[in-house]
């Protein structure tokens, strides 16, 4: 069996093996742990930018024409008696924004402007992160400062910032489905001094406020830097000059691009069967 010229990225046969050249060790991160999350967030209360609760008073119905996640925050703690485990803490701040129907002073039905609002869910898992309780050194750029979290000097002198070895958090998140929107009458609850535990009810009764009902696909990982012995071919050398748009030749840049099948005839349900068959 003959060896390729030169192996490029992609698929490698049997051929490609004797390619090989060196055992490389790379610094790359490894998840240790990771799984995955779907979650139905229901009845969620939108916290509007603007004073809309007139419209939301007076609306006829409500719907949510977007949604997005717009930030995730995490922090994870070592789980007591189980080494190696961390409760991993997530919030989700999902940007979602609405419009309402509702009729004006001359009685016709009409829609408000697009209000924009938030939505926050939380949740906590349990992950495997494994252990290491190491201080990490490198050097920085010393025309860049360090953040104020990180320890040493920005003042050029071939310091190394210091840092800890903890597993890092990864959250992968598709955006979410807008399931259901709906005006619903809600308890609001009011904090009477520093102490959460007095609490009291607001005294006129449930407000009228817009929930949504989210569906939310999420990967959630702990991934540490590990030096990895992995086989290599050789350096990943470009195998392809740049195609360049340019004034001159617009069409030849455009007889490159298939022509879009699927926009004019869309694929019906056995054409994604097929699909997922196939993977």
Not at 92 to 99: G, S
Not at 219 to 235: D, E, G, H, S
């Amino acid at each position: 069996m003959g060896c390729k010229e030169q192996v490029v990225p992609g698929l490698i046969g049997g051929e490609d093996i004797c390619k090989l050249r060196e055992a490389v060790c790379v610094h790359v991160e490894k998840v240790y742990d990771n799984c995955r999350e779907k979650d139905c967030i229901e009845d969620a209360v939108v916290d509007f930018v603007d004073n809309v609760q007139d419209l939301i008073n007076n609306a006829i119905k409500v719907k949510t024409k977007d949604a997005e996640v717009v930030a995730v925050l995490a922090d994870l703690e070592e789980v007591p008696f189980k080494r190696g485990f961390y409760t991993v803490n997530v919030r989700y701040k999902i940007r979602v924004v609405c419009e309402f129907c509702y009729k004006d002073v001359t009685g016709n039905i009409v829609n408000s402007a697009p209000k924009i609002g938030f939505v926050w869910f939380g949740k906590t898992v349990i992950l495997f992160g494994s252990e290491g309780k190491i201080k990490i050194f490198k050097s920085v750029d010393p025309y860049h400062p360090l953040p104020n979290n990180v320890e040493g000097s920005n003042d050029g002198c071939g310091v190394l910032v210091e840092q800890d070895n903890l597993p890092n958090i990864k959250v992968e998140v598709a955006e979410p489905l807008v399931l259901n929107t709906r005006i619903k009458r809600v308890h609001e609850r009011h904090h009477c001094g520093d102490d959460d535990r007095h609490e009291v009810e607001s005294l006129i009764g449930p407000q009228k406020r817009v929930v949504v009902t989210l569906g939310l696909f999420s990967i959630i990982k702990l991934v540490r830097l590990v030096q990895l012995l992995i086989p290599a071919f050789n350096f990943c050398y470009p195998n392809k000059e740049c195609i360049a748009s340019n004034d001159e030749n617009p069409c030849e840049i455009f007889d490159t691009i298939e022509f879009p099948l699927d926009q004019f005839f869309p694929p019906q349900k056995f054409d994604f069967l097929q699909e997922e068959h196939r993977c």
